[in-house]
DNA sequence: GAGTGGTCTAGACCACCTG
DNA sequence: AGGTGGTCTAGACCACTCG
């Protein structure tokens, strides 16, 4: 009989990672090992026929989890020499649709959330910056109003808008871990998978000005998101203010 | 014995892309579908399988090009279900280590670059954005200066910063395709495997407001980027200014 | 229940790099 | 020459979606 897994009963992991699939499982520990300086910049990562032998696994399953770390900046390759970790440099956060706190919870900096307002049910606005379908407009749409501090200032104003549709109690229930993908995962099993941005600069408002505690006029990066989910036809969509005087705004690509 | 590759020999494409894998060959393919409109926004493409017996080609293999896809944003997966054209609406350009020409290139849009001067070699600026090496510093560096305009619009300011690393007449030649990247890879066999970049908003002074064509003060774009190359520690290093009134700049994460 | 994508194994050949 | 990552094959089991 074919039998796949078998590590699952024999994991080191705690119980929550045992439900992941095998490259996630070695994804985190890589991951965790150079964030613990178990690796440091530069380094060779033990070679794909190496790490197969160690953990058990075929190199595939190994090439996946280390083309996740390549993705997320842990790591390049050089074809010939082997895996290479990679600096990485503090910035405010990576530009990748990961929830804010995971992202800037990898610095050195003191993240704070402020919920403005509590979530809300409104119409949506007519000059919204994506097309909406009828569907969605019917349905009008739940705002939620965040401001994203770090060390104490106000880095980032979030406006978050979801389509009120099949999101029963949404408004009247808290966010749990304060997080708005937690919660959509947890009530509702809707899953983000995927994030389209658009970005400019544009001059700071009185209402942004104020809240970002800097002054009118002054350059601000505007990014409009829409996140795409597993439920068809759901997209969520998000409008940051960031100040970028302090901290910049960082990513990568392959 | 142990035969690979075979449709190489049998292949429709061009002599070029006989040089490809099999992947990357039905990666464009696909591409080439989907903006000629044999697939349609929301169409599901053929599944894993039936590519694999369309192209004969392991599924394993279609995966490869369908994730390479899915990673530009030409289409998204579904669990069950298939994998699925996604819409792209026109932005200035992905904000990919891809060059200029190529991602704007895939929009209406008439597409020119301008030279401000010819490429120079000067020293590093003492407040550089990246901490520089102490070889990269004694190297001094080539310098390029480009503008690139959208419909006659100049939208983005881009200065190149090349350690004068092994380089031999880089200086003196002209550009391969007016492309920095052709010309690295043709005459040099350098590749760029990687980008990290960070982004800001600022006030344009008025160098670069008079080159944007725009007011100073006004809230402009600015990228900085690192690319990383297969030449051991041979980095090359962007700065960019772009005028985001008219074109924003866009992105797909996955 | 049949089909889909997600995960995984065991093995192969290749181009590239280093000693 | 031996090791590395890049590409590719042939197969398997699983969770999910849909009719």
């Known amino acids: 009989m074919y039998i796949q897994d078998k590590k699952y009963t024999f994991g080191s992991y705690s119980y929550k990672m045992s439900d992941l699939p095998q490259y996630k499982k070695l994804q985190h520990l890589i991951k965790k090992q150079i964030l613990s300086g178990v690796y440091k910049e530069g380094d060779l990562l033990p070679s794909e026929n190496e790490l197969s032998t160690i953990h058990e696994l075929n190199r595939a399953t190994v090439r996946q989890a280390l083309s996740e770390l390549v993705k997320d900046g842990y790591i390049y390759k050089h074809k010939g020499k082997g895996s290479i970790v990679s600096s990485r440099r503090q910035t405010l956060g990576l530009l990748s649709f990961k929830g804010f706190s995971e992202v800037v919870g990898q610095t050195t900096h003191a993240i704070k959330n402020k919920e403005l307002k509590k979530p809300y049910l409104t ?7 994506y097309e909406l379908t009828d569907i969605e407009k019917a349905a009008g749409c739940i705002c939620l109003e965040r401001l994203r501090m770090v060390d104490e200032d106000p880095v980032m104003l979030e406006f978050t808008y979801i389509p009120n549709l099949n999101l029963p109690r949404f408004v009247s229930k808290p966010l749990i871990n304060n997080s708005l993908f937690d ?6 099993q809707i899953e983000v998978i995927n994030l389209e941005q658009d970005i400019r600069a544009i001059a700071a408002d009185e209402e942004i000005a104020g809240l970002l505690q800097t002054e009118e006029e002054s350059p601000i990066l505007h ?4 996140y795409r989910t597993n439920r068809d036809g759901l997209f969520i969509y998000s409008s940051l203010y960031c100040n970028t005087e302090q901290y910049s705004i960082g990513s990568i690509f392959n």
Chains 1, 2 share one sequence.
């Open 123 to 129: 119409k949506w606005d007519d000059q919204f910056f």
């Open 183 to 188: 919660t959509l995962l947890n009530n509702y």
């Open 223 to 226: 990014i409009f998101r829409r």
